[in-house]
């Protein structure tokens, strides 16, 4: 990764380069910022540099011997820890999800939590970075340096340590001779306190339209409209506007949109049909419904107080929602977001879904009906 391949975070960019240059990188960074802001990219940047061989400007040659490992993440000196869950009768170890990980880095270095468990399958199972994982970044870290200039580890979502925090404290108090532990959260409220204040800060924030809009088109060669209303539509992630573009978001909106209208004519027999195919549909298939209903019922709520040139929605989804916030009042968008809400627990636990959009569907019926 170099640092001209991450979109936008300059003062990010700039404070790195700036500790690179002085020779101060610390021991213990934390990479914090919301999903999909470019928290890993840096990471991933700030490691290859470290390890080249002939930075120019404190940025990756991209040539030499060390970049080349670098950038397709097998330099043997930089490792990387992650969550991981069961996976069929046993957990297994991050080792046995190394390649997976490295694929997913070349191929999403945006990429959330969600798209993770989706990878490796373990969409709906607990996952966590436990007590023998740490012990053996302890043992890498110990270990000779291979080739590299230094030794980093890079933790990715350290919030999923949980009780096993304090053994990672340790490792961060007691630093071994030029390592770099590089930390990458979405959830700093999660991690200790102790770990965060032994650590320094490198913040992201949320991007604006246009600098992903640039990125999406450079990125995926679409339209500038796409890649406009993709940037319109993400609220400043950029991983949520590369799925914009190249999901077919036209069909969630279809689906979320023709289930909206079922509800409200409610014939028995295309409800029940409908709450059968929902029950069969995959576990992610689910998620994304629900999620994008959330999504709308969100922007719908705005719509009630935002003029349409604020409303982030495409132009297909701003004639439905014209119609929906006519007869629904706040209130009861409210309701159906925390309906919604609840399905996406009751789903985790796994509830039967046929039952969950049954009643679900029900309701919607009622408010929508009650209203008009
Ligand atoms: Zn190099």
Redesign the pocket.
């Known amino acids: 990764m170099k640092w001209n391949n991450i979109v936008g975070q300059d003062s990010a960019k700039t404070y790195l380069k700036s500790i690179i240059r002085q020779g101060r990188v610390p021991h213990a960074l934390l990479f914090s910022g919301p999903e999909g802001t470019g928290q890993l990219p840096l990471a991933l940047a700030l490691a ?1 540099t470290l ?5 120019v400007n404190e940025e ?5 011997p ?2 080349i490992k ?1 950038f397709k993440y097998n330099h043997p000196d930089v490792n990387f820890v992650f969550p991981v869950a069961v996976l069929g009768q046993e957990r297994k170890s991050i080792t046995h999800f190394m390649k997976d990980f490295k694929e997913q880095l070349l191929e999403k270095p945006y990429m959330s939590f969600e798209d993770w468990a989706y990878k490796i399958g373990i969409e709906n199972k607990h996952a966590n970075i436990n007590a023998a994982d740490i012990r053996s970044i302890k043992q890498t870290l110990s270990l000779k340096r291979h080739e590299g200039r230094s030794k980093v580890m890079i933790i990715w979502l350290p919030e999923y340590l949980g009780t096993e925090g304090n053994i990672l404290l340790k490792l961060i108090e007691e630093p071994e001779d030029n390592t770099h532990l590089l930390l990458v959260t979405e959830k700093k409220e999660a991690i200790l306190p102790t770990i965060l204040s032994r650590c320094q800060s490198v913040d992201t924030f949320l991007l604006s339209d246009d600098v992903i809009s640039e990125a999406v088109m450079q990125q995926t060669g679409c339209s500038r409209e796409a890649a406009k209303e993709a940037a319109w539509l993400s609220e400043g992630r950029f991983n949520v506007a590369l799925q914009k573009v190249n999901s077919a978001e036209e069909k969630d909106s279809s689906g979320f949109l023709d289930w909206l209208r079922m509800c409200y004519k409610a014939n028995p027999e295309d409800l029940t049909k409908w709450a059968d195919d929902f029950h069969n549909m995959s576990y992610e298939s689910k998620k994304h419904f629900l999620s994008y209903g959330l999504h709308f019922l969100q922007q719908c709520l705005k719509a009630h107080f935002l003029p349409t040139d604020r409303w982030r929605v495409s132009e297909e989804e701003k004639k439905s929602m014209k119609s929906l916030v006519k007869i629904m009042r706040p209130d009861t968008i409210e309701k159906a977001h925390h309906l919604f809400n609840d399905n996406f627990v009751f789903l985790e636990r796994y509830a039967n879904a046929k039952l969950i959009m049954m009643s679900s569907s029900l309701k919607m019926h009622h408010w929508l009906r009650s209203e008009a």
């Not at 390890?51 to 930075?55: I, K, L, V, Y």
Request: glycine residues 8%; aromatic residues 0%; charged residues 5%.
């Open positions: 290859s390890q080249c061989e002939s930075p990756a040659c991209g040539v030499c060390s970049c670098s």
